[in-house]
Each structure stands twice: as structure tokens, then as C-alpha cells.
């Protein structure tokens, strides 16, 4: 395969062959070394995935270019700090690996060309990663891997002070880079200003944060000055800037900010000015919106050429010899490259899916049933969670509950009351009122070793942050092959039918963002025994599996009582020690006429009107879902089969709701009965009375009911 001369590197050449030996040779550290071979195999693995590209043999050729004082950043840190990639920060990754005696440019090949033998991924996509040089990979191009590295940081500390099991050092620095346009995203921004809260209030806080500034988002200049303008507008965080064309002075600063951050325990932010060659990305023609002149005048800024004026006044090397090794690199680089396309990919959809959502059922029963429920007497469903976090606290010294309101306050329902004076301030405490934030802290805890139990207080409130569940939560085990997991609980409570108090960022029904993530468990009990024990699954199911488990709370069962009469006390249950599997689901009642399939509110409208309908001869069974994701599917149709007749009773909107799933599984698994669904209007909820005229009511229920049985 003939390769077309770049205009980049042929002026690197010409200006490595041009540079003159020195008078008086100046000293450089050892680490001078390492970077230019990071730096070479950076470049030359940049211009190799472009060249399998053209060729049809690769899948992803974004690259590093420009990028490469990136490996003076790595030497200056140690290999067991954690770190949380930029998709540019090539030359980091292979200086990194180097350090470990590790080949990092095959494992960067085999990610260009999407093989299975991958050692991070997989093939399932190129990113930075392996677990020996402590790189967690991360696939964000907005910097929605911030947030995560501020709750690494927070947490290193955290683990040390209750005694928690941690991967990383007592001392680790958590690192973070990303590019100058990220930097505007919602997610950069919740992390900077977190990271400034924690630091305002002198909680321990080792992160280092390097803004890979190249001036360009894709094709849009970023405002010269803007970058150091918002980096520098946070006071507790500490700013500092380096040119990415003068290595001794990215390795001098950066060195020095990460003992600080190392001694000090404090945030850190390192502005570090790029270029950015090779355009942005795969067919992206960078002569369509740069001229010419502004492209050229970017080639004396070449870290490369950077490193070797340095080697070359060392007195260390010619720049002919630094050519000859630059020239030499290539053909090895490009070696692998070639041996990396016989390498296969994944053939099977079982062996992509194969680290998505492991699930140990037996493991998950002995963790959960360990737990012990204190409520032998009837209970409230607010009481029951009560109960359930406290058994988990109790059981899991590494489990952390936090959130908006949720310590003294004991959160708006008081559904934690007690929890924070019982357990402490380390274990049960308040968060800044930012769903991103309180997403990101669990995501880094759980890397760390901890059960995070975050809480998001309105259902509503999720669709601020849901990326960081979606994009980040649920893709780690994918994207590592299981080799690094995030296990966590997040309550949201939710639904309809809160009187006195509401409105659509209250009374919230919209779930289909959660049913539409791969690999979560969505949980939503109804009532209080339920309620503790599957709290309890899911905890046990986050520390076995890692799984990402989102337990929705229907807040308008948190404090019911009653079910069929007023002051029946029927919806008060004492709690139990049953084991509540993962996917299974509850039937009430043994009606052979018609089968309810519903859950939360649903369940306690259509006990409701199952007694409606028995008083008019017509003898109901209903059937509680309790989990969302994975929908308990051989139960439903169990149920489904003993009367031949289902009602799906969805609270949820009709489009994008709960019921368009089971019924698509009812009839995908052959059911050929009579199927029907009712639902709650395709609406927001209003304020007032008037929720009733949209959501979902007993009447409806009723009413579809009996014209199902005709």
C-alpha cells in the first residue's frame, strides 16, 4: 500500500535534518527519551489508522496529531494514578505503556481495526484503556467523563478514611483530560464547578484536569482566550498553562501540579496549548473551512519537532539521526498495522453482548438474603425503603447514600429519615443540587469500591443528567469487557397521583429512557414487603455483577395505608425475608377470567377494580411486573396463558410507555389470546385536578376491562 507524502511530516523531516548540533550541550531529564518515542509511535499510528482507512481496513481514524506533548503529561505522573482519557490523548496512553513494559501501539492498532483480540474493548470500539496502566476507557467526545473523575477523586480519599477496599493508591492523583470544546458541555461544566465546591469547602479532592486546547471544535475556532478565561474563573481551582511545542515546560509544570495536587489534595486544572493536525476526523477536509496559511503556520508548533531541539541541545543525538528514527518508526507502526487486520473481529451478536449485563442469580440470592429487614410490624412503603437502606448500610460497610436532602432532612418525603445520624456524615450526606454531579460522583465511587445508592429526586430531574446513566453507567462493562464496573443503585422516585402537590416535574410517567438502555435493571416496587427486598436484590445485584440497577419509588404509594376501604390498613404489610429474584414478577388473586398486567400505582388501581369486577362475576388475577428491565416475561405469560385474556394497566404514556413491551413480548412468544392495554394520556401533567383528565384512572381500567370480556 503506497503512502502520499503529508505536508505535516515533510516539513518535520526538513526541519529535524535541519537542525543544527549544539555549541555547549544543555542537560535534559531521562524522561526526554521516552517522550520522543511516544510522541514518533503516536504520530506514525495516526497516520497508520488513516492509511488502513483509505484502504478500507479500518473503522475509526480520529486521531492524536498535534496532540503529542500529551506524553510529557503520562511521565509526569505515575502509572497507578487513574486516568480518564481524552479520545486525542494517543501519545499519553503509549508513554503510559511504555512505562509498564507494555506494547500500547498493537493495542492501539487492534482498536483501529476493531479486532477481538483488543485487550480493553474487545473490538467493540477504539478507546484508550487497559486495566494494568490503570487508563479506565471512556468514549466520550464531550466530556461527560468529568463528572466520573471528580467522584474518583472525591472517593480515593473517602475509601481511606472508612477503610474501604481501593484499587488505587492512598496518594493517587485522578487525571481527566479532554478538548477545549468540550469544555461548553453541560457535563465539563457540572465537574468544574463541583470540583470547586469540594475544594471551596476543603474536602480532599486529588484530580488533575488537562484541557487539550487545539483552538478548534471540529470546524468551529474557539475564541482565543476563552479556554483561560473559564478555566481561571474557578478560584479554588489551581490553573496553570503550558505550551504543547515546549516539552521541558510541559513536563516542568505538569510534574510540579500533580505533586502539588499529590501533597495537597486539591484540584488542579493544566491548560495545555495544542495544535491539531490531520484534520478532525476520518473524511473531515480541514482545507474546506482553514486557510491555507493558518494550516502551514501550525507546523512549527509540532511537539515533535519540540522534543528533538531538546534532544538535539543535549548534544544527545543529530537531527539526521532523530529523522532516521522518526523514518525507521514508520515502517514498524506500519507493520503492526498490517498484522493487526489479520486479527478477527467479533462474530457472534452472544460474544458483543457477552460482558453487557452478567447475571449470577444464585450468587446475587445468598448476598441478598444476608440482609437483615427490621419491620415486624406492618409498614409504609416510605418506611419499607427505610428499612432496606438501612439494611444495606448495615450489611455493606462500603455503601454510600447520598443526594439532594437526603442526610439531616432525611429527603422530601422523609424516606431517609434517621439514616444520616445513624451511619454518619461519610456515609449518608447531601450533594450539590446537580443530577450530573450526583451521577458522576457514583460512577467514579463504584470504580473506587463502593456501593453508591444515589438518589435523584424527581423523576424529571433525571432527564437533566440521563447521559451520565446512558453514556457512561451503563457502557463500562461493555466497553471494558467487565475488567472495570460501576455497580450502583439509583432511587428516583416518581409516577403520578401526588395530590396537593405537582406538576410534570413532580408527577413525571416518562420511563422509556430507562427501558431503552441495554444491560440496566429498572426495579419498581409497589408495595412495602416488595419494596424492601428488591431493594436488597439490587444492592446485591450492584456488588455481584456490577449491574446498574435504577429503582423507581411511586411517591404517591410512599405513604398510603389503605387499599380498598379507608382506614383498612390493607397497603401496610409487615416486611420479609423472601427474595425477591431479578425479573420475577408477583400475581395477586387466582381469577380465570381476564389477567391484569401492571405495577407501582397500577397495582394498587387494578386490586381495586379486580374487587369491582368479581362483584359483577368476573374473577380477575393481577399481575405485578416489579421489574421494568429485564420485564419478567415467562411470568407474565404464565399468567397470561391461565386466562387467555390480558389488560395491560399502564400508568405510563401511551406512546413510549411500559405496556407497548409487554404486549410486543406477549406476542412474540406466541400468545394468541385477546390482548388490549390502557394507559395514561400521551401529556404532561398538569397542575391540580386536572392530572385526573390525563392519567390513568380505576374507572378506565374498569371500563377496558369489561370490553375485553365482552
Partial sequence: MAVEPDPVEEHLLES???????SVAVPVPSEAEAIWEAQVLSRHADYAARWLGQHARSFYTIGSAGHESNAAVALALQVGDPALLHYRSGAFYLARAAQAGIDGTRDVMLGVVAAAAEPI??????VFGRNELSIIPMTSTIASHLPRGVGMALAIDRAARLGVPCPWARDAVVLCSFGDASLNHASAQAAINTAANCA?????????????DNGLGISVPTPSGWVEAILRSRPALRYEAADGSDPIEVLDITGELADWVRAERKPAVLHLRTVRYLSHAGADAEIAYRAPQAIRADYERDPLLGTARWLVASGRHTGAELAADYEAARERVRAQALDATTHAQMTTAEQVMSPLA???????????GAFRLEAPDPVTLAQAINSGLAAVLDGHPEALLFGEDVAIKGGVYGVTRGLHARFGAARVFDTLLDETSILGLALGAAVCGFLPIPEIQYLAYLHNAEDQLRGEASTLQFFSQGQYRNGMVIRIAGYGYQRGFGGHFHNDDAVGVLRDIPGIVV??????????????TCAAAAAVDGSVCVYLEPIALYHARDLYEEGDDAWCVPLH???VPVGAART????ADLTLVTWANGLHMSLRVARRLASRGLAARVVDLRWLAPLPVEDVLAAAHATGRVLVVDETRRTGGVSEGVVAALLDEGFDGRIA?????????PLGDAARLVLLSEEEIEDAALALVG
Fill in 200 to 212: 471551596f469547602q476543603k474536602l480532599p479532592l486529588p484530580l488533575l484536569l488537562v484541557c487539550e
Fill in 523 to 536: 426495579a419498581s416496587p409497589s408495595r412495602p414487603d416488595d419494596a424492601a427486598a428488591m431493594l436488597a
Fill in 577 to 579: 425475608d423472601e427474595h
Fill in 358 to 368: 452478567p447475571r449470577s442469580p444464585g450468587a446475587i440470592a445468598l448476598r441478598a
Fill in 16 to 22: 529535524l535534518r535541519a537542525l543544527a548540533p549544539p
Fill in 588 to 591: 395477586y388473586l387466582d381469577g
Fill in 121 to 126: 474493548a474487545g473490538g467493540r470500539h477504539k
Fill in 677 to 685: 392495554r390502557v394507559t395514561s394520556k400521551d401529556s404532561f401533567v
